[in-house]
């Protein structure tokens, strides 16, 4: 594996997790399916950029060159940009922001230093006192099932809006990405199928493939580079 990867949890309600890697060498990697905003620090051949990372509904294979280092910070489910669709960011249409020599950027009409590894949460608090940044409270009802059947379509609709993509596609996603942890934990594929809520092993293939761009196969043989992988529980949906 050319990329090396690790990650901390975040007591932030608005960060899911800051994870950051580096590259030895360059190569080709899955970058899987994902439904939650990122902002990502890239350092590569002494340059900076900051982008702003949008879901991405499908997986799809990058070129990563040798000796980068990037620094993620992942946003809970339900935090969007205000003034800014989170559509508008689905599937690589990531918003990209130059670095001064001061070390500084402009997002949202506002300068900011780099944030770091250890200092990210302290860059959040920022983003929300400023009201840069907001969560959709209804997000996490609907990812729990906690919706009186009268207000799931508003629901559904403000989880739209705040995502990127509706609730049924979110949770796919999720599903495939938990299938990746439980393979590669070592689990037969057909408790997979089970454990995760495929109905057989050619739904759990074709899913995989979508979402991660790799068969149920070749994640457990566990030497494809894949994307940061972060810890899923089963949502239980079909």
Same mark, same amino acid.
């Given at each position: 594996m050319f990329l090396t990867f690790e990650s901390r949890p975040s007591p932030s309600p608005y960060v899911e997790c800051v994870w950051r890697c580096h590259s030895v060498d360059g190569?080709? %990697?899955h970058s899987m399916a994902e439904g939650n905003l990122e902002l990502v620090v890239t350092r590569l051949e002494g340059h900076a950029i900051v982008t702003l990372r949008g879901p991405v509904t499908r997986a799809k294979i990058f070129a990563c060159p040798p000796n980068g280092e990037w /620094? #993620? $910070?992942r946003f809970r489910t339900g935090v969007y940009v205000r003034g800014l669709p989170t559509a508008g960011l689905l599937d690589h249409k990531d918003l990209n922001f130059?670095?001064?020599r001061d070390g500084r950027f402009c997002f949202a009409d506002h300068m900011w230093e780099l944030p770091t590894h250890d200092n990210a949460e302290v860059f959040v608090d920022h983003l929300? &006192?400023?009201g840069i940044i907001a969560m959709e409270p209804t997000v996490q009802d609907a990812m729990h099932d906690n919706v009186r #059947? &009268?207000?799931r379509r508003t629901i559904q609709r403000r989880f739209l809006r705040a995502v990127g993509m509706s609730h049924a596609q979110f949770r796919q996603i999720e599903r495939a &990405?938990? #299938?990746v942890d439980l393979l590669r934990e070592g689990s037969p594929i057909l408790d997979v199928i089970h454990d995760a809520g495929y109905f057989d092993q050619a739904h759990l293939t074709h899913s995989l493939k &979508? %979402? $991660?761009g790799l068969t149920p196969t070749a994640i457990r043989n566990d030497q494809t580079q894949l994307s940061f992988s972060y810890k899923t529980e089963s /949502?239980? #949906?079909r």
């Open positions: 190569g080709y %990697f /620094l #993620a $910070i130059e670095v001064t929300v &006192r400023r #059947a &009268r207000n &990405r938990h #299938a &979508r %979402f $991660i /949502l239980g #949906a």
